[in-house]
Structure formats: C-alpha cells, structure tokens
C-alpha cells in the first residue's frame, strides 16, 4: 500500500482537502510515502504547524519527505487553491464548491487508494439505515470465528489508519458513506447495499443524485463479484456485471416501511440472482440452511436488525462459518450505543436512546419495536424531508405523549394541525424548544411501567456536534436527577 500511494504522488503537488481525523491520516501516510514534490493541507478552520504535534519524529519526517514545510490553505477560500495542485486528496466530509468535473486537479481519497490494491478483499456495506450494526456484527462474528478481519471506514476509523494492520489474508470490512462513495470508480468485490430511504437532501439536492452516490457500491463491479442486496433497491439487469443475493424479509408486507422505496433506482429488479437470503418471523433461510435467531438471548431489538443479522449471515454462509460459530459471535455482540440503546429506568420509566435515528422510517421502527412506548421525543435540525410517513404513522398509534422539539418538531406539528384534520388525539401533540425541555417535560407526564424514547427523526447538526453528543445529553438528562 506504501508503494501505491508514493506512485501516486511521486512528484506532484498535493492538496490534503479538510483536517480533521482523516486529514490527519493521510498526511501521516504520504509523509511516510514520501515522494510528493509539494505538500499542503487545506481547511476553513485555521491551523498551524503546532497541530502536526501528533506526527511522530515530525521534523525528520518532513525532511524525508523533500521539503522544508508543510504548507496552509486556511479560511472560507480554502478551495480555491485547488486548481494550483496536480491531486487534492478530499475527506468525505468536505463538499466540493464546484463540479467535480470542473477541477484540474485528481480529486481521490482514502477509499479510492484502498480500493485500488485491495479490491478484492473488500466487503464494502453501506445503506441509508444500519450499515454500523451489520459492519461492526459481521466483523465481531468473523474475529470470533478466527477469520483474519480489519474494521475501518465510516464506522469512524479512516482506512488509513489500519494500512499496518493489513496482513496477507485479511478480510477489509468497510463501511461506506454516501460522501466516501461519490467520487469512486472502483467497487468491492464484495458489496452490501441494505436500503435507501430519503436523507441527505441538504447536500445532494435530489433523490435522484443522493441513491446515485450509494449505487457505486456496485456501479463498477466486475463479473464473479457478489452484491448482497434488498430487492427494492438492486441494480436493473442492463449494464450491472455482477451477481445478487437477494436479501429480505418474506412478510415484510409493507416493503417501503422496512425497507425503503420500492424501485428506488426506478430499475427493474436484477434477475440474475444466485441465492436468495430469506428472513421468515426469527428464522433465515439460505440455500439447504435454516438458522433461528437466538431472539431472547441477543441485544439487537426488532425486526429492521433481524434484517441487517439476515444480511450477516448469508455474507457468512458464503465465507465458510458455521451456523456454531455464528449463533455465538452473535449472542456475544454487544450493540453500538444510541441505536435503540436502553438506559435505565427512573421513577418506573424505562429510557431509550435511538440518537441515532435521523429520518422517520426509523422512528418508526423503534416505535414498533417498543411496544409499550408511552411517549416519544421527536425534532431536530430541518432538512426539507418529508415525514409524511411519520405523520400518518402516528396518527393511528398508540403513543399517549409525542413531545415534538427543535426545527423539525415544529414543522411536524404545523404539518399535522393544517393538513390532518382526523389525527387523532391531537391533544398527545406537544411542543418544546430543546432536548432539556423534552426531557423535562417526558418526566412529568410518561405513565410508570411504560417507556420514553429519544428518536428525533432528524439530524443533530447545528444542534449538537453529532447523534453520539446528543444520545449523550439525553443520557444525562434523564439520569442526573434519577440518582
């Protein structure tokens, strides 16, 4: 992998595009390379040498290197020195002011490097919702069966950082982001498409470019290469050169529920299908194989993670794990926080946190996976999607308390007060500005013995820094006068 990357910068000027975590990897990485005839870091934040202190032996470093200095592009013109280097190397989290067609520059990154010398043993995932539970359970699973595996990606660790961990068989388990697949043009050999329901419109615009940047986790395969896929969302026959396992649930009944939009891509379903992974209540069906899921000895909750475990297990089967060493890999998975995570009960109230719910398929989820759920807390940063879906959801339930907060709350509850006029109970509708509020509120009014959930149905930003700093802040919130 060193050998690629100094080919690919031998006697360029380089351009690290943000500074952040990524960033940081890659200048750690072309620095050990070597090679670069320029390099230079770009970001709107400002940024001085003193914060390349996490460089080990900095100063030798950079003289291996070739040069004397580190240069900095810094404030809201940073893009435009793009155009003065020969490859900008741009993290996922960066959105390009132009085109990316307009620039004269090669614009890669981390993912793209690594695709291009280790293709062949990628399982790349990615998916609107889940994508986190089914890399981090695939891997557990993989590690505790004694398989050789690395975890990287979007799950937070930049691939960069695991280039030493590589050895001659390892398996590279990456989660995908749609900002880490825009731009690629190599595909896994092994890829995992999960679903695509709306999200991301404040970038991308339209559906249309959004299920677009998720479609590269399969636009470039080649024969022989294997796509793990909801049949909702597989590629049309014309044009895609590898083979789908389909992967879904036989009574699902409402697909666009669980599943996302029918024919998302507007293609028709792929017919050149190999096998097709059914889930069945608990069971999953694959091939002669029938495996139970171990329901009551698990900590994944709900049908939508029966599903991602369905995916897990037929990329499993096709690996060479026993249904043993699944069942056990499975029971031993502990569930990444903020995804439907219980965090303790207080005055005979039990608490979810769901943080990581950022559309209204997945509040929707949580609600028909607690079925005592009492009251719910919904509302974040506005991003113009539609929570039709979400309205009419809970205008038939259950739910005795839906405290409504922040952008998108309010626009919930101006939707339902003017365009519903059978919702029913709209008395269960309430209204506060922030999570403190919500959960202050929660407090008083949810009954002993049922449940309060965090699923806001919206994203964090503007807000809090992330989900994982509001699931924290809910976390406190209900606990700091529990104690």
């Known amino acids: 992998m060193i050998d690629h990357i100094r080919k690919r910068i031998e006697n360029k000027k380089v351009l690290i595009l943000g500074f952040g975590r990524e960033g940081k990897s890659t200048l750690k990485l072309f620095l050990e390379a070597g090679g670069a005839k320029e390099l230079a870091v770009g ?50 989290g960066i959105v390009l002011e132009r085109p990316v067609e307009e620039y004269k520059a090669e614009i890669l990154s981390q993912m793209q490097l690594i695709f291009e010398v280790y293709r062949d043993r990628i399982i790349g995932i990615t998916g609107t919702k889940g994508k986190s539970t089914t890399t981090t359970l695939l891997y557990h699973i993989l590690k505790e069966s004694g398989a050789p595996a690395v975890l990287a990606g979007n799950i937070g660790i930049p691939v960069f950082d695991i280039v030493h961990k590589i050895e001659k068989d390892s398996l590279l388990i990456l989660e995908l982001s749609c900002h880490q697949l825009e731009y690629m043009t190599v595909s896994p050999k092994r890829g995992v498409l999960l679903n695509i329901y709306e999200e991301h419109l404040d970038h991308y615009g339209t559906m249309e470019k959004y299920v677009a940047s998720k479609e590269k986790i399969y636009e470039n395969q080649m024969p022989g290469d294997l796509l793990y896929v909801h049949p909702s969302v597989a590629p049309g026959e014309d044009g895609y050169r590898g083979t789908c396992i389909f992967v879904e649930a036989e009574d699902e009944g409402d697909k ?33 194989r029938d495996f139970k899921i171990p329901v009551e000895k698990i900590s994944l909750l709900g049908a939508h993670n029966y599903l991602d475990i369905a995916f897990v297990y037929g990329m499993c089967c096709d690996l060479g794990i026993g249904d043993e060493q699944f069942e056990a890999g499975l029971i031993s998975y502990v569930p990444l926080p903020h995804r439907l995570q219980y965090i303790g009960t207080v005055d005979g109230v039990a608490y979810y946190d769901d943080s990581i719910s950022t559309i209204d398929e997945t509040t929707i989820q949580a609600l028909n996976t607690i079925g005592n759920a009492d009251t719910v807390l919904i509302g974040g940063m506005d991003r113009d999607i539609s929570y039709v879906n979400l309205e009419e959801y809970l205008a038939s339930s259950k739910v005795a308390h839906i405290i409504l907060m922040e952008a998108t709350g309010k626009r919930i509850y101006r939707e339902i007060m003017e365009n519903m006029p ?13 999570l403190q509020d919500a959960v202050a509120l929660a407090k008083e009014i949810t009954k002993k013995g049922g449940s ?30 529990g104690e």
């Open 422 to 434: 059978d919702f029913a109970g709209k008395d269960r509708l309430y209204v506060v500005e922030h």
């Open 43 to 92: 970001d709107l934040k400002e940024f001085s040498r003193k914060d390349l202190a996490y460089l080990n032996e900095e100063t030798a470093k950079v003289q291996a290197a070739g040069f004397e200095e580190i240069n900095f592009i810094c404030g809201p013109d940073y893009q435009k020195a793009m155009d003065d280097y020969d490859l900008v190397m741009k993290s996922p």
């Open 452 to 481: 309060c959930i965090l699923s806001p149905a919206a994203a964090s930003y503007g807000i809090f820094k992330d989900f994982e700093k509001r699931g924290e802040c809910f976390k406190k919130l209900v606990l700091e006068e």
């Open 256 to 288: 666009e529920r669980l599943c996302g939009k029918e024919d998302v891509s507007g293609n028709e379903v792929n017919i050149k299908s190999k096998a097709s992974v059914i889930l069945r209540g608990c069971h999953i069906f694959y091939g002669q």
